[in-house]
């Protein structure tokens, strides 16, 4: 089994900055890509930000300039560094990765973390 733990949400001003992180651990042989999705009442998740195993990145165009997307692939962990926050990116935020188990190719999702951006 592979469990993917996130951390770092909370409420902050519009203008300010939040980091999120997410952990995999269990029986991963290797993560292909890990990125972050969100999802506010009454709509789907989107697409946020991604990261794959050879260093690719890609950004949703409303939080291109503003975030910022790194992995650490030695720890499994991911990270978004969220700076400008603006009410709009109020949301549930959840980590997702593509991973290689021992059963074969898998996709997890966390549990969600909530971002709430207002003054």
């Known amino acids: 089994q592979v469990q993917l733990v996130e951390s770092g949400g909370g409420l902050v001003q519009p203008g300010g900055s939040l980091r999120l992180s997410c952990a995999a651990s269990g029986s991963i042989t290797s993560i292909y890509i890990m990125g972050w999705y969100r999802q506010t009442p009454g709509n789907q998740r989107e697409f946020v930000a991604r990261?794959?195993?050879?260093?690719?990145?890609n950004y949703a165009d409303s939080v291109k300039g503003r975030f910022t997307i790194s992995r650490d692939n030695a720890k499994n962990t991911v990270s978004l560094q969220m700076n400008s926050l603006k009410p709009e990116d109020t949301a549930v935020y959840s980590c997702?990765?593509?991973?290689?188990?021992?059963?074969?190719?898998?996709?997890?999702w966390g549990q969600g973390t909530q971002v709430t951006v207002s003054s």
């Open positions: 997702h990765a593509s991973i290689l188990t021992t059963v074969g190719p898998r996709n997890y």
């Open positions: 990261a794959t195993s050879d260093g690719s990145t």
